[in-house]
């Protein structure tokens, strides 16, 4: 009988066993890669390719740079250019969404794209409740009153332009060379960053933030500004949500020639990369600048 039993548990183990191999490998996922959008607004302060507010050749920059960087393997990025895109259900499965548009500073231009309208709040909740990343770029860090709330939420900090329901501002503005220093060194943000001078910017400074939030932590000043205490240099910072999703502003970005700063630009890809919550090597994201030329060449099929 003993015998009997030992035979019939041999074979279910071997039966189970050809179960097993004979079965489908448990699938895995194709394409790892993080999907990375940018979002252009409409060209303000002169013609396109006038160096000031080229929102969409930043995006077209950006894209071609990325795809050529020592993470290019880990990135898909897209872009739109010109506003908000129509059908935005790309949207929906993004790692980060990175806005660089203007804002609305009182009757003039218009609200940053992220923050346009009670639906476009809406939908932007969903994305951050997901987890989804923001980036945020000079203009597009001013904010109205009625929506501060979510853009220190999902962002972290802003340009206040209003106060009190009236064009009144708290932040402020300054045109100037000047040297730019990592504020969080730890930060995977400024990996293979050391201070650097930008030749011209125009800086904005005297920046929103809640102090009570141990979240968002400042990643670059600027001293020669001269701003409040105990924030008033700061010029980019990022956020470790709660909601598991990562963000980063920065009020820098109105010449584009600026991108041809080597760590200016390594900065902001390592911003792009963090909030997909790629993997930022040792030195930084890297990648050379292409003049327009280039990145047309690029871009085309």
């Given at each position: 009988m003993g015998r009997y039993l030992s035979q019939c548990i041999l074979l279910a183990a071997l039966s189970l066993t050809s179960l097993a191999s004979a079965a489908p490998p448990t699938s895995q996922p194709t394409d790892a890669k993080k999907k990375i959008i940018l979002i252009a607004g409409k060209k303000s302060h002169g013609p396109g390719g006038n160096g000031q507010h080229d929102y969409n050749w930043s995006v077209r920059l950006l894209k071609v740079m990325l795809h050529h960087s020592n993470v290019?393997?880990?990135?898909a990025v897209s872009f739109f250019t010109?506003?908000?895109?129509?059908d935005q259900s790309s949207l929906e499965t993004a790692d980060t969404i990175m806005i660089i548009s203007d804002g609305r500073d009182g009757d003039a231009y218009s609200e940053t794209l992220y923050l346009a309208n009670d639906d476009r709040i809406a939908f932007m909740e969903k994305q951050m409740k997901r987890g989804c990343g923001l980036v945020t770029f000079?203009?597009?860090?001013?904010?109205?009153?009625?929506?501060?709330?979510?853009?220190?939420?999902?962002?972290?900090?802003?340009?206040?332009?209003e106060t009190d329901g009236k064009k009144n501002w708290y932040s402020a503005i300054k045109t100037l060379q000047a040297k730019v220093e990592p504020?969080?060194?730890?930060?995977?943000?400024?990996?293979?960053?050391?201070?650097?001078?930008?030749?011209?910017?125009e800086f904005y400074y005297n920046l929103r933030f809640n102090p009570e939030d141990k979240r968002t932590v400042p990643i670059l000043t600027v001293p020669a500004l001269n701003g409040r205490a105990p924030d008033g240099n700061t010029v980019a910072w990022a956020r470790d949500r709660e909601d598991t999703g990562r963000a980063f502003g920065t009020s820098t970005g109105h010449f584009y020639e600026n991108w041809k700063n080597d760590q200016y630009r390594k900065v902001i890809l390592n911003a792009i990369a963090w909030t997909a919550k790629v993997e930022i090597p040792d030195t930084g994201v890297t990648s050379e600048f292409f003049d327009h030329e280039a990145i047309t060449k690029a871009l085309t099929p």
């Open positions: 290019k393997d880990k990135v010109d506003g908000w895109p129509a000079h203009f597009s860090t001013f904010v109205t009153e009625k929506y501060r709330d979510y853009a220190l939420r999902w962002n972290g900090g802003y340009f206040q332009w504020a969080t060194p730890t930060h995977p943000i400024l990996k293979g960053i050391e201070p650097f001078t930008m030749n011209q910017e």
